[in-house]
């Protein structure tokens, strides 16, 4: 086994538009353990969700630059072919729960055959074993058993999210990837898959990655975190730091908008709009919006490593 | 009843019929059943309460969108049962409504000065000299300035918190006594999301404006609002100011929404949140007694069941529609 379960080395993804180059995923890097749940946060249009595709390799026709490395327990999974791609990473080892993916079960497919299809696709198993396997899973979830023979409309949203979630286990992957899970749903509902999915880290040291616009819901499950600006990262580090601390100008700023309901604070707003990724600026990406800008932001500021382990990509912290 | 309250609403009820077939009547989707209360001019009041619970039917009856099925709603002093259809037009000039996805919103096909215009032609203002000034304050308000260059803008080349400072803008150009926010940020971002709470904050204040505020996101509503009202299952069951109702909050269905919302902190991740088991109920065929007796962890048997709660006022303009406070305060009706 490697040291690490997951790592990402200057990832890059381009589109292909009409308008020229987006650069959504530019030169990320990051580590993820085992065990760990990793927050993703940052503005629409970020490229949380392109890091995500970039990943998992769900890529869409207009690619215009793929590279990096992705290791996945050592091993260099960008180097796979598309076939092995398929058998053996994705979903048998990274599992995928998509935005609002409660909405595209399969309508005419009881839940339970559908929970078990990735065991009959990726695993050959029995329909018999499959359908067990799910069941063991739903109770896992909080699915009640009856509900595998129902079909999707039957049931509630939150409900589907956790069949959503089960059919993300099934597999025993090593990671789970959750792309704003509980945005569509209810307060109660959401608190509800929270502990959901904090009892299948607990109890099956499961690992995450958790994208969202949503701060105070990641602080749920997450033990570290990744702050994304403009298609880069800006800071890293874990939840102390994340939430509480954290140093980046963007992240600071991000934080302070939060509105918190049990204590008061004075909340703050950041003017203007993240840049164009098709022209993205030469120096610092953030340096239009920041107030602590000087004069070194006109160069691209390096990602720097500090002692307590965070890293920041600010020339601040120099 | 005092000049300061420019709406009440007195026991509202807000049906809608299901049919089977086309005639046969099935039954009626009961989405606002039983609401009152008042509000004065200038004041922002919170409407929460998770999807299905009424609250966007509350605040669309109130806009004069969908009928009352009964009970009345006074604006000014006069009901608006009473009105025909051009008084009805007349009084929706005091309105504005700003809904939750700006861009389906806005007409993609006209220019944000012609979207800005078309309220004032309909209302008869038709005079160019006027509409130009009263288009140019309006976007200075909403800060989509220099004023100019927006004009000609089409609703695609706004960003999307642009996009919502044009429907506020629109919103506004009448100048309306009371404005309906529904979910007004929720598609936005975070950053972004702070910036247009306090504009509406700010046009609210400068204006005395009342203004309904529909969300589901409480942690939002102690910044900018005076009163919430938690709605459950077409009911308001909990109604105080808002500093009350986060320090001492009455209802348990209100206690559960609280402890399931998190502010960012990395101790959350350590502990499991206490939830109500199950999901709110159907409108069709609520529960008997009080609407949340199945999930409450406190339903007295024998009275929650049985018998629908009341609004008790344990203190001061403090309201709860539960039989636990059925000792402390008379039953009010406000």
């Known amino acids: 086994m490697a040291e690490h379960l997951l790592e990402v080395k200057d990832l890059y993804l381009y589109f292909r538009t009409t308008r020229g180059v987006v650069q959504a995923v530019d030169g990320v890097s990051f580590i993820l353990d085992r065990n760990d749940a990793l927050a993703v946060i940052?503005?629409?249009?970020?490229?949380?969700?392109?890091?995500?595709?970039?990943?998992?390799?769900?890529?869409?026709?207009?690619?215009?630059?793929?590279?990096?490395s992705i290791l996945l327990d050592g091993v260099d999974i960008m180097k796979f072919s598309e076939e092995r791609f398929r058998s053996e990473v994705r979903w048998t080892r990274m599992s995928f729960v998509a935005q609002a993916a409660m909405n595209a079960l399969n309508p005419v497919l009881r839940v339970g055959m559908q929970m078990a299809e990735p065991l009959v696709i990726h695993h050959h198993l029995?329909?018999?074993?499959?359908?067990?396997?799910?069941?063991?899973?739903?109770?896992?979830?909080?699915?009640?058993?009856?509900?595998?023979?129902?079909?999707?409309?039957?049931?509630?949203?939150?409900?589907?999210?956790?069949?959503?979630?089960?059919?993300?286990?099934i597999t025993k992957p090593d990671l789970i990837v959750l792309d704003e899970p509980t945005s569509a749903l209810d307060m109660l509902t959401q608190a509800n898959i929270m502990n959901v999915l904090k009892g299948i880290k607990r109890d099956l040291q499961q690992s995450f990655i958790f994208i969202t616009h949503d701060v105070a819901t990641t602080s749920e499950l997450c033990n570290r975190g990744v702050v994304m600006y403009a298609g880069q990262i800006a800071e890293v580090g874990d939840a102390h730091q994340f939430y509480l601390d954290p140093f980046h100008p963007y992240a600071q700023k991000l934080m302070a908008s939060v509105p918190t309901l049990h204590q008061d604070k004075e909340l703050e707003f950041i003017p203007g709009q993240p840049p164009s990724l098709l022209d993205p600026p030469q120096g610092c990406r953030f340096a239009a919006r920041c107030e602590k800008r000087f004069e070194k932001c006109d160069q691209e500021p390096p990602m720097l490593e500090l002692e307590d382990g965070r890293r920041v990509k600010c020339w601040l912290y120099e | 009843m005092q000049d300061n309250v420019l709406l009440s609403v007195r026991d509202l009820r807000t049906w809608f019929e299901l049919r089977r077939w086309v005639f046969a009547r099935a039954g009626y989707v009961r989405a606002v059943d039983g609401v009152s209360f008042d509000l004065p001019r200038g004041e922002a009041l919170a409407l929460v309460g998770e999807s299905g619970s009424g609250k966007t039917t509350l605040a669309r009856t109130i806009l004069g969108l969908y009928k009352p099925t009964s009970g009345e709603i006074l604006f000014e002093g006069v009901n608006l049962g009473t009105l025909n259809r051009r008084?009805?037009?007349?009084?929706?000039?005091?309105?504005?409504?700003?809904m939750?996805?700006?861009?389906?919103?806005?007409?993609?096909?006209?220019?944000?000065?012609?979207?800005?215009?078309?309220?004032?032609?309909?209302?008869?203002?038709?005079?160019?000299?006027?509409?130009?000034?009263?288009?140019?304050?309006?976007?200075?308000e909403v800060k989509l300035t220099p004023v100019n260059d927006f004009l000609t803008k089409f609703p695609h080349m706004l960003s999307g918190g642009q996009q919502q400072r044009a429907v506020i803008a629109r919103a506004m150009i009448l100048r309306p006594k009371l404005i309906g926010a529904d979910e007004p940020v929720s598609m936005l971002d975070a950053s972004v999301r702070v910036e247009i709470l306090k504009l509406l904050r700010r046009i609210q204040e400068s204006h005395n404006l009342a203004v309904i505020y529909i969300t589901h996101d409480l942690s939002t509503v102690r910044y900018f609002s005076e009163r919430i009202f938690i709605m459950y299952a077409a009911k308001t069951v909990e109604k105080a100011p808002v500093d009350r109702l986060l320090s001492n909050h009455l209802h348990p269905y209100t206690k559960a929404l609280l402890a399931a919302i998190p502010d960012p902190d990395p101790k959350n991740a350590e502990t499991f949140r206490d939830i109500p088991p199950g999901e709110p109920p159907s409108l069709v065929n609520p529960p008997s007694g009080c609407r949340f007796h199945p999930r409450c962890p406190r339903a007295i048997e024998g009275l929650c069941d049985v018998k629908e709660p009341p609004a008790f006022e344990p203190e001061p303009e403090h309201f709860v529609e539960c039989w636990l406070y059925r000792g402390e305060g008379d039953a009010g009706t406000a």
């Open chain 2, 87 to 98: 008084e009805m037009r007349k009084y929706r000039a005091n309105l504005g409504y700003v």
């Open chain 1, 42 to 68: 940052g503005e629409s249009g970020c490229g949380k969700t392109s890091l995500v595709r970039a990943i998992l390799r769900l890529l869409p026709r207009n690619v215009h630059t793929y590279k990096g």
């Open chain 2, 100 to 140: 939750q996805d700006p861009y389906g919103a806005l007409p993609p096909f006209l220019s944000l000065r012609s979207i800005l215009a078309e309220p004032m032609r309909i209302h008869g203002i038709s005079d160019r000299k006027e509409q130009n000034r009263r288009i140019n304050d309006v976007l200075e």
């Open chain 1, 126 to 169: 029995s329909k018999q074993e499959s359908l067990a396997q799910a069941m063991e899973v739903s109770r896992m979830v909080g699915l009640p058993p009856d509900f595998l023979s129902r079909y999707a409309f039957e049931l509630s949203g939150g409900m589907r999210q956790r069949a959503i979630i089960a059919m993300a286990m």
